[in-house]
C-alpha cells in the first residue's frame, strides 16, 4: 500500500484543479457558457487522443482475455444497477419529472472524463487502456438506454448524431488498433499522447465550471433531498462494491482496481444534459451530478484502499 499516499496527493492535485475551475465561473472569469466549449474540446479533441494513444498496443491474447473479463464485469455491474435503480425509483415514488433523472444519475457515472483521468493516473497509458476496454460496453449503453429514461415518449432522437459520435468512433477504431499487429509510427503516437494528456485538468476544471454554474441555494435545498443522497451512495459505493468478488479470480491489479474505481465515479454531466433536452427536471440531475462529485473526493480513496485490501487478501 505504498502508494496509497502519492495517489491521494495526486488525486488532491485533481480536485484542486476542479476548485480552481469554480472559482474561475463564479468570478465569471470563465464566462456562462464556457463549458460548452471545454465540453467540445474534451469530446472531439482530447479524450479521442488519449483513447487512441491508450489504446495503440499491439495484438495480444492476453489484451482480449483482459477485454473479455471487463466486458463481462461492465455487463454484470450495468445489469444490476439498472435492475436495483428501477426497483429504487419505483419504491421511493419520486415525481414524475424527477424518476428518470435519480435512475439516470444512480446507473450512470463519469467514466469517460473522470474515470479515464483517474485510470491515467494511477496506472498511465495501461490505466487508459484498461478504463477504455471497460468503458466499451458502458458507451453502447450511455447511448442506448439512458436515452431511452429520458426520450422513450420523445420522438425528437436522431439516432445516427448518437452513435457517430467521436468518443465512440475512436474506441472502435482503438479496438481496431488492437487488434492489429504493431503500432502507429512513434511521431503519430506522441501527437496522440502530447494532445490527449490535457483531458485529464480538462475534465476536472470542467466538473469546477459545472458546479459553479449552480447558484448555491439552489444546491442547498437540493442537497437536501434524501433520494439524491441514496443514489449517491448507490453510485459511489454500493455498484463498485458489487465488483469486489470478481477478486476470487485472481485478475492482475490494474484490470480489478481500474474496473471498481471507474465503476465507483460520480454521476455523468451527461445525465442533466439528457433531462434538460428531454424536458423534465434538469436542476434535479444537476444537483445529483454535483452531490455525487463532491462525495467521491472522499468515496474514490476509500474505494482505492479498500481495492488495495481485498487484492492483498486474495
Not at 488498433?177 to 503516437?189: D, H, K, R
Not at 444534459?273 to 480513496?301: N, Q
Amino acid at each position: 500500500m505504498n502508494h496509497f499516499g502519492p495517489f491521494i496527493q495526486e488525486l488532491t492535485l485533481l480536485y484542486s484543479i476542479a476548485l480552481l475551475g469554480y472559482i474561475l465561473r463564479k468570478k465569471e472569469i470563465l464566462p456562462l457558457g464556457s463549458e460548452k466549449t471545454i465540453t467540445a474540446l474534451i469530446l472531439n479533441v482530447t479524450l479521442p487522443a488519449l483513447i487512441l494513444f491508450g489504446m495503440d498496443v499491439p495484438f495480444s491474447f492476453e489484451n482480449m482475455k483482459q477485454f473479455a473479463w471487463l466486458s463481462v464485469m461492465s455487463v454484470f455491474v450495468l445489469t444490476l444497477s439498472s435492475i436495483i435503480s428501477w426497483w429504487t425509483v419505483k419504491k421511493l415514488r419520486s415525481p414524475n419529472k424527477q424518476k428518470n433523472a435519480l435512475e439516470g444519475i444512480m446507473i450512470f457515472g463519469n467514466q469517460g472524463f473522470l474515470g479515464i483521468a483517474v485510470s491515467f493516473l494511477l496506472f498511465g497509458k495501461e490505466g487508459v487502456f484498461i478504463a477504455t476496454l471497460f468503458n466499451f460496453v458502458y458507451l453502447l449503453v450511455i447511448w442506448t438506454y439512458a436515452i431511452y429514461l429520458f426520450a422513450r415518449n420523445s420522438e425528437t432522437v436522431q439516432w445516427r448524431k448518437v452513435f457517430l459520435n467521436a468518443g465512440v468512433t475512436a474506441t472502435f477504431i482503438g479496438f481496431v488498433l488492437m487488434l492489429l499487429p504493431g503500432t502507429l509510427p512513434a511521431v503519430l503516437s506522441s501527437t496522440l499522447e502530447m494532445t490527449g494528456k490535457p483531458t485529464v485538468p480538462l475534465s476536472m476544471l470542467l466538473i469546477g465550471v459545472l458546479l459553479g454554474n449552480m447558484p448555491i441555494e439552489k444546491l442547498k435545498s437540493y442537497c437536501a433531498n434524501k433520494s439524491l443522497w441514496l443514489a449517491s451512495f448507490y453510485k459511489l459505493v454500493f455498484f463498485p462494491v458489487l465488483l469486489l468478488p470478481f477478486a476470487l479470480f485472481s485478475l492482475p491489479f490494474q484490470l480489478f482496481a481500474v474496473a471498481v474505481l471507474t465503476a465507483g465515479m460520480p454521476s455523468a454531466p451527461t445525465i442533466s444534459m439528457y433531462a434538460e433536452r428531454y424536458g423534465k427536471d434538469a436542476s434535479f440531475a444537476a444537483a445529483g451530478v454535483a452531490l455525487s462529485t463532491i462525495l467521491s473526493f472522499l468515496t474514490i480513496p476509500a474505494l482505492y484502499w479498500l481495492v488495495l485490501i481485498v487484492s492483498s487478501l486474495t
